[in-house]
Each structure stands twice: as structure tokens, then as C-alpha cells.
């Protein structure tokens, strides 16, 4: 959770990851949560997003298996957390 914190924190995209997920099989971690983009993003634009978020994970945590992230629009600005 705090790797996915420290990505947005860090990035300065305008999104809010929600309902993270962490599981632990076997020696790895999985990893699912949903993340709200600006309603007008394209989808190269939030996959992008996705890929760029996946490997920042997987640099910070080394036993990191499935990743999962589902993407949303919101029609407004994220509230700050």
C-alpha cells in the first residue's frame, strides 16, 4: 500500500488508488485495487499509466507476483488523502 502511495505521491498524477488488495501466495505477493483516472484520460493514456505504476511495484517490493489494477473515471478531482 505505501509503494502505491509513494508512486502517486511522487508522479503528481491527478488519481486515487482504492480497494487495494494484498495477498500473499506462496513467497509472492498479489496485488489488486482500483484507481480512478480524470474521466477524459485516453486508454493509452491510462494504460500507460497502469504499466508505469506496475514496474514502480515491482522495483520496491522484489516478491511481487500478479498485479491487478483496475481502471475508473471520475468526473471531478480526486479528493486529497
Known sequence: RRAIEDFFRTSQIA?????????????????????????????TDAHKLTEQLEQHLRIQLPNLGRVVIHVEPFDEAPPLE
Do not use: K, N
Not at 487495494?20 to 486508454?43: K, N, P, W
Open 15 to 43: 488519481a486515487r488508488p482504492h480497494d487495494v488488495e494484498v495477498q500473499r501466495t506462496g513467497s509472492e505477493l498479489a496485488v489488486s485495487f482500483h484507481c480512478t483516472l480524470d474521466a477524459q484520460t485516453a486508454i
